[in-house]
C-alpha cells in the first residue's frame, strides 16, 4: 500500500506536542504566511530556489478556483529536556499547508502531478517533489515565469530568507516586476522528497494542499528522528 496520510488535524493544532525516542520534545505552533494569489487556480509546490522559472515542474492535476488563499505552517520549537532554553529556539517547519476552505478535511489523497498513478506505487512509497535548496513554496503555474528577478543568490525570494536570517517561514513574496506572488518556507530537515496532500471535505470539497516534511511524529507515533 502506498503511505498513508497522518493526523494533520493534529499537527496544525497549536499547543500539540510530542516526543523523539530520545526524550527530546517538540511543540507546534501556527505561523501564518498570509494570502497567496492564485490567478488560475493551478497550484505548483515545489524547491523554489531550484525550479522556479526552471519549467521543470507543473502544477497539481487537481484544480481550485482562482481566489486568494491563506498559507500557514505547522512550526515545531524542539527542546533537550536536560538543556536550559536556546537563545535562539529551534525550530523546524513540519508541514504546510495552501487552505482553500476553511472546513474540517475528512479524506486525503496524495495530490498528483500529470501521468502520476498512486496504483504504481509500492508499500510506504509516495509520490512528492525533491529539495535541494532546503526550501518549499506553493504558487500559481502563472508565476512559473513570473520572477524575472529571482537568479541565483538576488531577488526577492533570496531577500525574503537573508532578511529575517534565513528564518522559517511562511513568507509571502511578491515580485515588484510582474505583481506574481509565491509562499516559501524551509522544509523541514532539509533536502529529501516530501509528499504534498490534498484535504477533501465531508462533500468532496477540497479544502487544502499540505506538504508534510517529516519533522513531527503523530500523537501515538514514537521517532528516533535528529533534534
Known sequence: MPMSPRDYTWLFTPGSTFRYESGNTGVIHVADGGALDLPTGRVVACDPFVYLGSGDVEPFTVTVAPGRYRVE???????????????????????????????????????????????????????????????????????????????????????????????????????????????AFTSGWGDGSYPTWTGRSAEGEVTCFLTDFFVAPGPDEDTGGPV
Open 73 to 183: 505552517a505547522a512550526v515545531a520549537t524542539l527542546a533537550r529536556p536536560d538543556e536550559p532554553p536556546a537563545a535562539r529556539p529551534h525550530r523546524r517547519v513540519a508541514a504546510a499547508r495552501l487552505v482553500i476552505r476553511d472546513e474540517p478535511a475528512v479524506t486525503w489523497e496524495l495530490a498528483l502531478l500529470p501521468g502520476q498513478d498512486p496504483a504504481e506505487l509500492g508499500d510506504d512509497e509516495f509520490f512528492g517533489y525533491g529539495v535541494d535548496a532546503g526550501t518549499g513554496c506553493f504558487y500559481d503555474a502563472a508565476a512559473e515565469e513570473g520572477f524575472p528577478e529571482a537568479q541565483e543568490d538576488e531577488g526577492p525570494l533570496w531577500d525574503a530568507f537573508e532578511n529575517s536570517d534565513w528564518s522559517e517561514g511562511p513568507h509571502l513574496v511578491r515580485s515588484p516586476a510582474t505583481g506574481h506572488t509565491l509562499a
